[in-house]
């Protein structure tokens, strides 16, 4: 999964993930862009296990 901060502010953007066909469960994530010199069009990549 990528994730993007489009207002490029800089912060922590939290998002919850759920894949009903591999788990019930809601999988929360917490992506932080401080202090990474973003640029516009950055991205995180994260790789996600259920």
Same mark, same amino acid.
């Given at each position: 999964?990528? /994730?993007?901060? *489009?207002?490029?502010?800089?912060?922590? /953007? @939290?998002?919850?993930?759920?894949? *009903?066909? !591999?788990? *019930?469960?809601?999988? *929360? /994530?917490?992506?932080?862009? !401080?202090?990474?010199? /973003?640029?516009?069009?950055?991205? @995180?990549?994260?790789?996600?296990?259920?």
């Amino acid at each position: 999964m990528h /994730i993007a901060d *489009p207002e490029q502010a800089e912060t922590d /953007i @939290q998002v919850s993930l759920t894949l *009903p066909a !591999k788990s *019930p469960k809601i999988q *929360p /994530i917490l992506c932080s862009f !401080k202090d990474r010199n /973003i640029y516009a069009g950055a991205t @995180q990549a994260y790789n996600i296990q259920f």
